[in-house]
């Protein structure tokens, strides 16, 4: 068995989604939004993401995270706010000595949907069937958060499993 927490990193809305492997199966253990409020000072945001990721951590204890790789488009200040929760994230994950690796959004919406390209809703639609969930995940950060540790879940089973029994 092998456990992975996916992360969609945000300074808003950090999605998390925590996925177990055993065998080929797949099953979604936990999944949702850590919402930070935009009147909180940056400091207390980021402390806020950091703690409630870290509660994550010591209650599942995965042997990875899965994170989404920032995205760097036109909005250089929304890249920074990501950047900063990415941070805290990394942070968390280092002082439990939990492996964290980097996916694009492209690697993510191909290793579950097949494409790259694949909208919001296909995702939903594609982690709903991977995890045999009765509906599809919401909101969309938790969806791709899901969609992240589905990706490290199904793409490093060997490493995964020699870091379980080691």
């Known amino acids: 068995m092998v456990t992975v927490v996916g992360i ?16 080929d199966a797949l099953a979604a253990l936990d999944g949702g939004v ?11 945001r980021l402390l806020q993401i950091h703690r409630a990721v870290g509660e994550l951590l010591d209650h599942y204890a995965p042997e990875a995270i899965a994170m989404e790789s920032l ?10 706010a990501v950047g900063q929760a990415r941070g805290v994230v990394l942070l968390a994950a280092a002082e439990r000595g939990v492996a964290c690796t980097d996916y694009t959004p492209q690697q993510i919406k191909g290793a579950v949907c097949g494409s790259g390209a694949a909208d919001k809703a296909q995702v939903q639609r594609m982690v709903q069937m991977l995890l045999r969930l009765t509906d599809p995940p919401r909101p969309d950060h938790a969806a791709d958060a899901l969609a992240a540790a589905i990706c490290h879940a199904n793409h490093a ?6 870091a ?3």
């Open 157 to 162: 089973p060997l490493s995964l499993a020699l």
């Open 71 to 80: 995205f760097f488009g036109r909005n250089t200040s929304s890249a920074l």
């Open 34 to 44: 850590i919402t930070t409020r935009p009147q909180q000072d940056l400091a207390a």
């Open 164 to 166: 379980a029994t080691s």
């Open 8 to 23: 969609d990193p945000g300074l808003a809305n950090t999605g998390f989604g925590v996925v177990v492997r055993r065998g």
